[in-house]
């Protein structure tokens, strides 16, 4: 088995479709990223996986609740937030509070966007506290077509609303051969053709094309004159790609990977370093036989300004997890508090501009 082979199985297990007797057309997608790469290395095309944007809780703005601290804590493997409250008037404030789930929206047989489990609903594995007690949440899903809500059509004819499973493939294809007219014509579905049998004959399939929008609520109470702490965490949506172009002078030097590379200068702040060690990291991890990957995970800070002023105070924590592995992220006054910590403390915070985590890391082939 040659390399290129080994690496393929190998991120085929690691999205959980190993046993597959294909690799369906869905769990492949060129991004913004991966078609630059395709233009220069198409080795590595097939690779990549795209993030979701997630983020945190939101809340209805009340002038006698103030959120007094909010720290952000982000590892490849959780995201939490603890927030602090403070109630200055003299009446309880019951608010609520929300956690929007991104959307998940299927509209390409291309798809591939990570999402880390497998629950048709709690696809983030979302929990939260209150002062230290669990809080019963609500959920509330819906899907949408052409901008239309087409939830109850597919919960009558017995359709998983989850767009991302492979049960809603099964169900689509047990699906009448009207029904399927009928779900093309709406723009819930399309017809794709494709081998998923011992033979690899090629058979049509009903696919999903809509948009899964999911959010957690519930209502919270704010006693007067005493503290609330809420806390919440979930896994986070980590895109991935086997290599990068970060790092690769070959790569830099084609034009249209060139305008790629300037565009992750801005959204992930790299600076000269950076660029350096990514350098140095990919001609490493060549020498090994190997490569440099990297993933990325991207958070709505932006919810935050929402509130009524100013976060008091500011706190947000990167964990890159491999002391080896390279991060570049915007902020101002960054420490370095570990070999794999990072954070910025920020007093009386407005967020402008949401966060995007880039972290490069080196992988060897077998």
């Known amino acids: ?205 009903l696919e999903p094309r809509w948009t899964l929008k999911t959010t957690y609520y519930w209502q919270q109470t704010f006693p007067p004159g005493q503290e609330t702490i809420i806390q919440h965490q979930y896994k986070p949506s980590v895109g991935d790609s086997v290599g990068t172009i970060v790092g690769d002078p070959q790569l830099a030097a084609d034009p249209d990977v060139a305008k790629q590379l300037a565009a992750y200068k801005t959204k992930y702040c790299m600076d000269s370093s950076f660029l350096a060690a990514a350098t140095k990291a990919y001609q490493k991890a060549q020498q090994a036989n190997g490569n440099l990957g990297e993933r990325r995970i991207d958070y709505v800070l932006k919810t935050g300004a929402n509130w009524a002023g100013p976060i008091a105070d500011f706190t947000l924590t990167i964990d890159k997890g491999d002391p080896n592995s390279l991060v570049s992220f915007c902020g101002n006054g960054v420490k370095k508090l570990s070999p794999t910590q990072f954070q910025v403390h920020y007093t009386n915070f407005t967020p402008a501009a949401d966060l995007a985590i880039l972290i490069l890391t080196g992988n060897t082939a077998q």
């Not at 929990?127 to 949408?144: C, L, Y």
């Not at 109850?152 to 689509?172: C, F, R, S, V």
């Open 1 to 205: 088995m040659g390399p290129r082979k080994a690496l393929i199985l190998r991120c085929l297990a690691k999205r959980g479709l190993e046993g597959r007797n294909v690799v369906h057309p869905r769990y492949f997608a060129l991004t913004t990223v991966g078609l630059a790469l395709a233009l220069v290395a198409p080795a590595l095309a097939n690779d990549t996986t795209a993030e979701l944007d997630t983020g945190g809780l939101v809340f209805v703005q009340n002038p006698s609740v103030q959120m007094r601290s909010e720290q952000l804590s982000i590892t490849l493997n959780q995201i939490q937030v603890t927030y602090h409250f403070a109630n200055t008037g003299a009446q309880p404030v019951i608010n609520l509070v929300a956690f929007p789930l991104p959307d998940i929206t299927v509209d390409n047989p291309d798809w591939n966007v990570a999402v880390p489990t497998d629950d048709p609903v709690n696809f983030l594995a979302f929990t939260t506290t209150a002062n230290g007690q669990p809080v019963t949440t609500k959920v509330e899903q819906k899907v949408f077509a052409q901008g239309i809500d087409q939830t109850a059509l597919l919960q009558q004819l017995g359709i998983p609303l989850a767009p991302q499973l492979q049960a809603t493939d099964k169900a689509l294809d047990a699906l009448p051969k009207d029904k399927w007219q009928q779900l093309i014509d709406l723009g819930l579905a399309a017809i794709d053709e494709y081998g998923d049998t011992p033979d690899m004959k090629m058979q049509q399939h």
